[in-house]
């Protein structure tokens, strides 16, 4: 059973426009909210993370929106440009017993 | 230049010949483990490593083993592959348990499939 939920499956914006990916998790264990990027035939890497000490978290055109009371939270692409076209990882980690668990994954594309 | 190099990046086998994917990094990180990516599913955990020695079950470690006898090591095993193992495998490491840097470095993964 996922223990965090992604949604959408998949999304498509228009240069310029905002890409919003939402995350949703239920262990109140987890501490630590990183999201990782994955171009086709490589690796995911990270892209952003966030503690749940905070509320948001701006990194140039990318921003963790973090809610500890609903356990959700959010990745804003703000400006998307085709270059951030990708599949985009959610995950939750406990740190202490590093177990990472990630969301299904949302494919991202940005038509020019 | 600070890598995860997995090999072989892709790989057609039969039902039941054992396999191994092999996984080494250069940042002499403690922690390594390994992920099958399956459409729909995300990255699902099968094996992890605390340190040399130490190893423990992931999410899904049915059908795969794991061994850690050096540090930069960290190969996966099928020892007798099914059609349901086809999927794209992910080696990745991070520093260690309880660094304040937990960030994970992935390998380019290996696309495996099972006839």
């Known amino acids: 059973q996922q223990q965090v939920k992604q949604s959408p499956q998949s999304l498509i914006v228009q240069k310029g426009g905002i890409s919003i990916i939402n995350c949703a998790y239920e262990n109140t264990a987890f501490d630590y909210f990183p999201w990782y990027q994955q171009f086709p035939g490589k690796g995911p890497a990270l892209l952003i993370a966030?503690?749940?000490?905070?509320s948001e978290k701006k990194e140039g055109r990318f921003t963790i929106s973090f809610n500890k009371s609903a356990k959700q939270f959010s990745l804003h692409i703000m400006d998307s440009q085709p270059g951030d076209s990708a599949t985009y990882f959610c995950a939750a980690v406990y740190v202490s017993h590093y177990k990472l668990s990630f969301g299904a994954g949302t494919t991202v594309t940005v038509r020019a | 230049e600070a890598q995860v190099t997995q090999n072989p990046r892709y790989l057609i086998t039969v039902t039941g010949k054992k396999l191994t994917v092999t996984c080494s990094q250069n940042?002499?990180?403690?922690?390594m483990s390994w992920y099958r990516q399956d459409p729909g599913l995300g990255l699902r955990q099968i094996y992890y490593s605390m340190n040399v020695e130490v190893t423990d079950k992931g999410d899904v470690p049915e059908g795969y083993k794991v061994s850690r006898k050096e540090k930069r090591n960290f190969p996966l095993i099928l020892e007798s592959p099914s059609p349901n193992q086809t999927s794209l495998y992910f080696c990745?490491?991070?520093?260690?348990?309880?660094?304040?840097?937990?960030?994970?470095?992935f390998g380019q993964g290996t696309r495996l499939t099972v006839v």
């Open positions: 966030i503690r749940p000490d905070v």
């Open positions: 940042m002499n990180h403690e922690y």
């Open positions: 990745a490491s991070s520093p260690g348990q309880g660094k304040m840097n937990t960030e994970a470095f």
